[in-house]
DNA sequence: TTACATACATAAAATAATTAGGTATGTAAT
DNA sequence: ATTACATACCTAATTATTTTATGTATGTAA
């Protein structure tokens, strides 16, 4: 359930950002960890995150080991040579972009 | 060509943003001034914005009247009764959103 | 008469999310 | 014991929205 139909197309931006400043994160942490930032804001749901994680390392940007933590399986991910390299341009853009969306959205009307 | 899959979503808001602002707008017009106040980072493209706005129009948010000018007809959008209550509600939310978004995207990793 | 801006529109295909499931383990409460 | 909830992964059908590629038509400047 996200809050809001704007959550489409940031789910792989969000992904990339979280993965740039740790080393690894596994699916579960991050619904939560995005959850704590936004203060409930932004939830990704399982049904958008998984798909947009295989997508992410099917094209060779995440890399994925697999550990046993108290008798369940965690898919840790991290950023792959080749996606560190492409990340900071591609947060780059998606930086630029929400501050002209922002800056769009509280725009005063100009009275004449 | 939008210049970022980020735009998923944004079109409708958009839209009711500036239709908040201007009494009416015509659609080329809103994609004129989406590329002027975002100093071209957003861009909205006519396959995107027509069907939008032909949403909202049968939504009941948005009303048209056509006139020709120089030749050339115009269709233009303004707020519906109804739209104009809905609208401010919907637009706290997506600038609630977006600066979450904003927040997530520029945090400073957290150095332990 | 060519090119480009203005101004509308639609339709097929692609993309990506929602919704609604499914499996399985650990832990705390009844 | 068993119910409930958190942890942890996953997928598939449907829905929503955009991209891409067209099409029509007029005004203006080269």
């Known amino acids: 359930m996200s809050v809001n139909p704007l959550l489409k197309g940031t789910v792989q931006t969000i992904i990339l950002k979280l993965l740039e400043d740790n080393t690894r994160m596994y699916g579960y942490e991050i619904t939560q960890k995005v959850k704590e930032i936004t203060a409930g804001e932004i939830v990704l749901t399982e049904g958008a995150l998984y798909p947009a994680l295989h997508k992410l390392e099917?094209?060779?940007?995440?890399?994925?080991?697999?550990?046993?933590?108290d008798g369940r399986a965690r898919k840790y991910y991290s950023l792959t040579e080749q996606g560190g390299e492409q990340v900071t341009s591609k947060?780059?853009?998606?930086?630029?972009?929400?501050?002209?969306?922002?800056?769009?959205?509280?725009?005063?009307?100009?009275?004449?």
Chains 1, 2 share one sequence.
């Open 58 to 69: 099917g094209e060779g940007f995440l890399q994925t080991s697999t550990e046993i933590v």
């Open 91 to 112: 947060l780059d853009e998606a930086r630029a972009f929400v501050e002209q969306l922002q800056n769009l959205l509280t725009l005063k009307p100009s009275m004449e």
